[in-house]
């Protein structure tokens, strides 16, 4: 089973960047994703990194974030920048699908305005 640990978050201020890194271990490269989970909303898509290194990001965070890959593909980064306050949730990195089975603890974002 694959192992997930994210970590990088924190506070930030609004129009503050953070990068956010996932360390995935136990599995060859696959294609990873970033979800996040803002309180009291359902987890939703962030960006998306195939094997090959092709992205996707969330239409509405297109410009402000991107994801790519280090350390030989076994880690993940999301770049985020201009925070805004509804950036704040929890953000999990997964494969892409995600194993619904096997999130990780996700690190948790709180923008401030």
């Known amino acids: 089973q694959v192992q997930l640990v994210e970590s990088g978050g924190g506070l930030a201020q609004a129009g503050e960047p953070l990068r956010l890194s996932c360390a995935a271990s136990?599995?060859?490269?696959?294609?990873m994703a970033w979800y996040r989970q803002a309180p009291g909303k359902q987890r939703e898509f962030v960006a998306r990194?195939?094997?090959?290194?092709?992205?996707s990001v969330a239409n509405d965070l297109r410009g402000r974030f991107a994801i790519a890959r280090a350390n030989a593909g076994n880690t993940v980064h999301l770049q985020m920048k201009n925070l805004k306050p509804e950036d704040t949730a929890v953000y999990y990195c997964?494969?892409?699908?995600?194993?619904?089975?096997?999130w990780g603890r996700g690190t948790r974002v709180t923008v401030s305005s």
């Open positions: 136990g599995t060859n490269i696959r294609a």
């Open positions: 990194i195939s094997i090959t290194g092709v992205t």
């Open positions: 997964n494969t892409s699908p995600p194993n619904t089975d096997n």
